[in-house]
């Protein structure tokens, strides 16, 4: 614990002299002010807040993820740290609302003299996509162009030095292709996964069968349907047709770490699996407020724009609906839910693997890296 060695006074602290004078509205510069400069200024600078805030957090999460044993207290340090990213993110949502006090006639009080800045130039937001998992090869489209082309080039050495690091995706995948309690010695969970998913489609099968649908058409739907579930679950149970897949981009993780998270998803009510699934339950949260504020900020862009080019030189509102479609991270965790089965059909679990993912002392079962 630190101890103080001298009176504090709070506006030094808090440099309150240097961030409440770091406000130039350029308009000052050129006649009269536009009053709703300040609150522009206002917000993307409290927006960069944030992101310091939250960068702050995922190096730290980055941290422990880069450990070869991950304790329960770990993980819980991480699931506190990515709901705190999770609550900044509901925040900095509301702050748009407020931007939105301001009228497009406002904004065009002063938008030329903001050319060519634009708010893809922020260094820690890019910062923060790459740090998730987005980086500049997997960036959609014109996305990927605007990714090198806006940015100084000190900004996009820094940039380039971050890609360098393993990212939280990577590193995800990483703990994950660790769990050990899916390929026990005398218990090969997956095989009884896949039986238990056959037999639930069998039962499907019947239920069509017994009660056919009195239009043909509706039948024909309902066994197509049933026909692409038993596909999609397939490319579990089948390496070479995942790794097309994966190839084709329809996956990110490779196949052990996705079927480990899902054994998670399953099982999320073990107490040793609970804060796993708080994990991976805030990374979709994360992933989701993300595209949430993308498409929040298009729907504002669209509003002050319209159809105009934005300031920095991209489409303005049809740039960023396309970043909020194409550019997500964990799309697989979300996708899991394909794989999910009722509690009616789990596989039982062997009972060192059952102790142990209860804290049973005695339990045998190796330890969740």
């Not at 807040?49 to 070869?68: A, G, M, N, R, Y």
């Not at 990212?167 to 238990?196: C, V």
């Not at 239009?215 to 089948?238: C, I, M, N, R, W």
């Amino acid at each position: 614990m630190h101890k103080n060695k001298g009176a504090v006074y709070y506006g030094a602290y808090l440099k309150l002299k240097q961030l409440l004078n770091a406000q130039t509205p350029l308009s000052k510069l050129y006649g009269e002010e536009s009053h709703d400069e300040m609150l522009f200024i206002l917000v993307h600078q409290t927006y960069e807040l944030w992101f310091k805030q939250i960068l702050h957090e995922l190096k730290s999460i980055q941290l422990t993820f880069q450990k070869q044993h991950i304790s329960a207290q770990d993980m819980h340090a991480t699931v506190r740290k990515l709901d705190r990213i999770y609550k900044i993110q509901q925040v900095m949502q509301g702050h748009l609302k407020v931007l939105e006090t301001m009228t497009p006639m406002d904004f065009l009080e002063f938008r030329d003299l903001l050319v060519p800045a634009s708010g893809f130039q922020s260094v820690q937001f890019r910062e923060i996509e790459i740090r998730m998992g987005l980086s500049t090869k997997n960036r959609q489209g014109v996305d990927r162009k605007f990714f090198t082309g806006r940015l100084s080039d000190e900004d996009a050495e820094q940039l380039k030095a971050v890609e360098k690091e393993s990212s939280l995706f990577q590193l995800l995948q990483i703990w994950l292709e660790r769990m050990p309690f899916t390929t026990e010695a005398h218990f090969d969970f997956w095989n009884a996964y896949e039986k238990a998913v056959q037999k639930m489609l069998e039962e499907e099968a019947n239920l069509i069968l017994q009660h056919p649908a009195p239009d043909p058409d509706v039948k024909a739907g309902q066994e197509k349907a049933l026909e692409g579930t038993k596909s999609t679950f397939s490319a579990l149970f089948d390496e070479e047709k995942y790794l097309k897949l994966q190839q084709e981009g329809h996956f990110k993780l490779s196949r052990k770490a996705l079927m480990n998270a899902l054994f998670i998803l399953l099982y999320r009510d073990e107490p040793l699996l609970q804060q796993p699934f708080e994990c991976l339950n805030l990374l979709m949260d994360i992933d989701e407020q993300f595209t949430a504020w993308r498409y929040s900020h298009a729907l504002m862009a669209q509003r002050m724009l319209g159809s105009k080019i934005g300031t920095g030189g991209s489409s303005g509102h049809q740039y960023l609906k396309r970043t909020t479609q194409n550019n997500r991270v964990f799309d697989d965790l979300f996708n899991l839910s394909t794989f999910l089965l009722p509690k009616a059909y789990l596989p039982s679990l062997p009972k060192n693997i059952k102790d142990f993912l209860n804290f049973n002392i005695e339990s045998t079962s190796p330890k969740l890296s």
